[in-house]
């Protein structure tokens, strides 16, 4: 199985990470990975935004688990230190899926270095917040924006295994 085969096979979602730091470079490569992913018409309309400040991060963490209903003290990062939140114009008509192609190639970078990863909803919710939108503009981010998904990392403090393929979900025409 060649590398790429054997990251997608193998990637699995980690709800479970240690606090130490990720290395600043490790986490640009990973954005940059995003910055590569198609995107319609090549446009490149997705941006991204990386937290490691832990304030901030612990923000982005209330306001999802708000969105999300979950009670107080629950993190939906998992105690990840690093959100990675991507976002489009919101008048882009392929937000979606360009959004999410960007985080499925972070998600693959990720895995590379051995890093823990996982896709968390709610990111559309956070930052239609006052809250969010603020976040947005710390980080100099103007606009209107539609937030695709958050993607978090960090290392990992379990090893989750691969639930079986369900049978009849590919077909082929010959």
């Not at 990720?22 to 986490?27: D, N, T």
């Not at 895995?111 to 980080?139: D, F, M, Q, S, V």
Request: charged letters at 30%; proline letters at 5%.
């Amino acid at each position: 199985m060649n590398e790429v085969m054997d990251a997608l096979v193998n990637r699995r979602s980690v709800r479970k990470y240690k606090a130490e730091a990720v290395p600043e470079e490790l986490v640009k490569e990973i954005v940059e990975a995003g910055l590569y992913a198609p995107s319609g018409m090549g446009y490149q309309k997705p941006v991204i935004l990386a937290v490691t400040d832990k304030e901030t991060r612990d923000e982005l963490s209330d306001l999802n688990r708000k969105a999300g209903g979950w009670k107080e003290g629950f993190d939906p990062f998992y105690g990840a230190p690093v959100v990675i939140s991507v976002l489009t114009p919101k008048d882009w008509d392929q937000g979606v899926e360009d959004g999410s192609l960007a985080i499925g190639q972070m998600l693959l970078a990720a895995h590379a270095p051995g890093l823990g990863r996982c896709w968390i909803h709610r990111a559309k919710e956070a930052y239609e917040t006052e809250e969010g939108k603020e976040i947005l503009k710390k980080a100099g981010l103007e606009g209107e924006y539609l937030g695709i998904g958050n993607l978090v990392i960090g290392y990992a403090d379990q090893t989750p295994k691969a639930a079986p393929r369900k049978a009849g979900r590919a077909f082929f025409i010959k």
